[in-house]
C-alpha cells in the first residue's frame, strides 16, 4: 500500500515539473515572438494594411446598398 501512495506522489511531483517547464518554454518563446514582431515592426503593418481592406470593403458594401435603395425608390 506505502508503494501506491509513493509512485502517486512521485507522479504528482513529475506532473508538477512538467507542467512548470511547459509554462517556462511558452512564455520564453511567446517573448521571443513578441520581440522578433517588435523589431520587424510587422505586426503594425498588418494590422494597418488589415484596417484599410477593411475599409475598403465596407465602402463598397455601402455603396451597393446605396444604389440598390436608390433603384427601388425610382420604381416606386
Known amino acids: ?6 509512485m ?10 512538467l507542467s512548470v517547464l511547459a509554462t ?5 518563446l511567446s517573448q521571443r515572438s513578441q520581440q522578433h514582431m517588435n523589431e520587424t515592426s510587422q505586426s503594425n503593418l498588418y494590422n494597418l494594411h488589415s484596417l484599410g481592406i477593411q475599409a475598403i470593403i465596407g465602402a463598397n458594401e455601402m455603396k451597393i446598398v446605396d444604389d440598390s435603395l436608390q433603384d427601388t425608390e425610382k420604381k416606386s
Open 24 to 28: 517556462l518554454s511558452i512564455h520564453f
Open 8 to 17: 502517486g506522489v512521485w507522479a504528482i511531483i513529475g506532473i508538477a515539473i
Open 1 to 6: 500500500m506505502q508503494d501506491i501512495i509513493e
